[in-house]
Each structure stands twice: as C-alpha cells, then as structure tokens.
C-alpha cells in the first residue's frame, strides 16, 4: 500500500517554437487507500498528469514520490503502478488468461502456479472466470474491460492508475461497473487515481475529486465539498447537472442588480461581496422554487421557456420577463408536477441556497449556507 504525492508537478510540451503547458504546477497529497477521481475538461491535462506518473511521460518539473521516495526518474516497469486504458489494450492473439499472466510473467520470476492461482482470483473478482480460454476478439466491450482490470489487479500494484477505463460502454454498463470497480477499489485498498471527463462520474465515485483546468488544479476536495463549497466559479459550473445557473449583476451597496432585477443581500452576506462591483449570482437548478405568488424578496416573474420531463423530476427552463434578452434559469421540480411550456411562474431564488463569485476572478465570495446536517455530510462528520 502506498501514499502517492504530485509536488508542484509540471508538464511542458514542445510544439515548434511554441510551448504547451499542459500540467501546471500541481500538488496533491492522497493517502493510502484513496480513489482519487481527477476531473476536467478535454485538454486540461488529466491523462498527462496520470502519464507522468506511470512513467509513460517525462516530467519537466516537480516531483511525484511514492511513499517518500521520488520516481521520478524511475522506469515505468519498475514503478509498481498498474495502469488500465481506455482503449483496455489487450493482445488479441492472447486468451484472456494469456492477457492477465503476460505482465506477472514478464516482470517477475513468480512460479507458474503462483501466477495461474492470482489470474483465477482476479477473474473470479471481475466474474470473467468462465472466460479465461477465449480471445479478446470473442469477449464484448464490457468483458474485455473486466479482462483490463483484472490484469492490472493480478500484478497487486502499489497504485492503480485508470485513465477514462468506462467510456467505451452503453450507460447501464458504465453505471454497473461504477458500482463494481469501486467495490473492488474498496476490497483491495489501493491507491487509486482515476481519470474522467464525467462529473458524474467523479461524484460518485471518488472519495475526493481534484478538478483542474488549463492544466491548473482548481480545487481537490470531497465531492460534496466541491458541490456544496467550491472555490471559484469554474468547479461550481464544472460539477452538478444541470449545471449551476450563473446571472451576471452588479453589486450596489449589497443589492445585486441588473435591468429589471432587485436582489438585496442579508447584511452578513453583503459584507463578504463588499468592494467587488461586478459579480456573478449563483443558484443551482434544484434550489429553485418555481411558485406563482410574488409575495416576499427574491422573487421574480418569469414565463417558462421549455420543459424536459426526466421521468422522477422535471428540468424547467425559464425566462425572466423584464430581461430582454433570453438569459434562461434553469430550474429542477418535481416530475409529477404538471408544467407547461408558456406558463406564468414566479421563480423563487433563495437566499440561503445562493453563491456568489467575483466577476472577474471567478473567485467565490459567499458559498450556500448549509444546515447542521448538510455540513456534517460535507465534512464527513
Ligand atoms: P482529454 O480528456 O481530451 O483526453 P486531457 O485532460 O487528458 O484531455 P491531456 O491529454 O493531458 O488532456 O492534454 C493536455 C494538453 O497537452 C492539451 O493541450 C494537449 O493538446 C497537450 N498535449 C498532450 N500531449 C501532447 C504532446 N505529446 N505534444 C504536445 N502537446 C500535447
């Protein structure tokens, strides 16, 4: 078992005369045992991060120790890491038994037997056990992604690396083998870091998300943390879906507005905005009341734009009617409700479920407050 770090760790990619900096800097400490999800957009320098550390990619600066030791310099075979692909990257001319033995066979003097007794634990944990004689040509997608972590998990490696490993699968499949790898992730106790571009797929599988952009490391929390606390307004955009609803507006003296729009600020929350003129209004669709009475603050009429029925809830898109352009809120209610296209609504933004960025930064200013419950699940009290 291992504790990974990435200190400052930098990756800069020469293109011509250009240079690309595709990691920037990045540090983070995951303990023994942790899944790691790193999360982002295309380009944001997730699978080259993962790269450096398996060896497969040259580090320009920083370092990346494993268990006190740097590995920097030391070669991908003799990392002790095992790493799983999204293209899963067996030999077709190989059985599945084959595929999972090869690397075993290859790296160490294990004994024949020793070697055929771990493919057969592996397999049986996988459930590809009645599969062992086959060739990856006569395996489906999902079996030949089972073969690909049942052989990294054959080699008992200090650190599992998994690059996008579900992608390729139908969404029942993905879900399915969640469930299982972190199953399996949990049984095992490895070190874990797993690359997605799926919000989903970080929330619910990690036991912490490091979320980066343009290579920079935007924030590295629980996934609840990242949800309920983000740091800017990138990780607030980047995880929930729908995403958050963000309304550019002006700070006056702790009333935040914009044409047609009022919305003043509890003198507690005014005084963290205090001195940032433009800033951003944040609201996630799920804290949205979509009502009909425009009695009390934080109310505003709107006329509902599109429903999409979700079967258990409903996603409402709405317009405000005093804005002129068609900046939409989106709003999540309950999928039994009847709501339709055209209707007059008033949509409620509570004060208590808001964010608030700094226009130019992104930077956030005031995060929701949570009640006693919710801050205990975020902390994981
Ligand atoms: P995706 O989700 O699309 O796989 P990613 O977050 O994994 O993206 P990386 O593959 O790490 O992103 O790439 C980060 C940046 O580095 C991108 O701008 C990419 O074009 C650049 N890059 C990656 N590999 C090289 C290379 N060998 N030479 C030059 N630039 C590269």
Redesign the pocket.
């Known amino acids: 078992m291992a504790q990974l770090e990435l200190d400052d760790l930098t990756k800069v ?1 020469q ?1 011509g005369k250009d240079e ?1 900096v ?2 920037d800097g990045v540090s983070i400490d995951i303990p023994d045992g942790e899944f790691l999800v790193v999360v ?10 993962l790269r450096m550390v398996a060896g497969l990619e040259t580090v320009t600066s920083g370092q990346i120790r494993l268990d006190d030791h740097v590995i920097n310099d030391v070669k991908p075979q003799d990392r002790d890491i095992a790493m799983v692909f999204q293209s899963y990257a067996l030999y077709p001319h190989m059985t599945v038994h084959d595929n999972m033995a090869f690397g075993l066979e290859e790296s160490t003097d294990m004994p024949d037997s020793e070697i055929a007794e771990r493919v057969e634990e592996a397999a049986t944990m996988m459930g590809i056990d009645n599969l062992l004689d086959r060739k990856p040509g006569e395996l489906s997608g999902g079996q030949q992604q089972r073969v690909a972590l049942g052989r990294a998990i054959v080699r008992d490696p200090e650190v599992f690396l998994m690059d ?1 490993p579900l992608s390729n699968l139908d969404a029942k499949l993905r879900s399915q083998m969640r469930t299982e790898l972190q199953r399996i992730q949990e049984d095992l106790g490895v070190t874990t870091m797993y ?1 997605t ?1 799926d919000q989903t797929e970080a929330m619910t599988m990690g036991d912490r998300i490091a979320i ?1 952009d343009g ?1 920079v490391l935007q924030q590295v929390a629980t996934p609840l943390e990242c949800y309920h606390e983000p740091n800017n307004q990138f990780v607030a955009g980047f995880i929930g879906e729908p995403s958050m609803n963000f309304l550019d507006v002006d700070n006056e003296n702790g009333t935040l507005v914009r044409e047609g729009f009022e919305y003043p600020l509890a003198p507690e929350i005014a005084d963290r905005v205090a001195g940032r003129d433009e800033v951003v209004l944040g609201i996630r669709p799920g804290a949205v009341e979509v009502e009909h009475t425009s009695a009390g603050d934080h109310r505003f009429d709107a006329t509902v734009d599109v429903v999409e029925p979700m079967g258990d809830e409903n996603t409402v898109y709405l317009l405000f009617d005093a804005w002129s352009d068609d900046n939409a809120l989106v709003a999540t209610v309950s999928g039994m409700r009847q709501i339709e296209s055209g209707e007059s609504v008033v949509a409620h933004i509570p004060e208590d479920a808001i964010h608030i960025f700094d226009g130019e930064t992104g930077e956030a200013l005031h995060n929701r407050t949570l009640v006693d419950e919710e801050v205990a699940d975020v902390t994981g009290d």
Do not use: R
């Open positions: 990619f293109d690309i595709a990691v982002g957009p295309s380009g944001c320098g997730k699978s080259t991060t996008e690359v571009h980066l290579g």
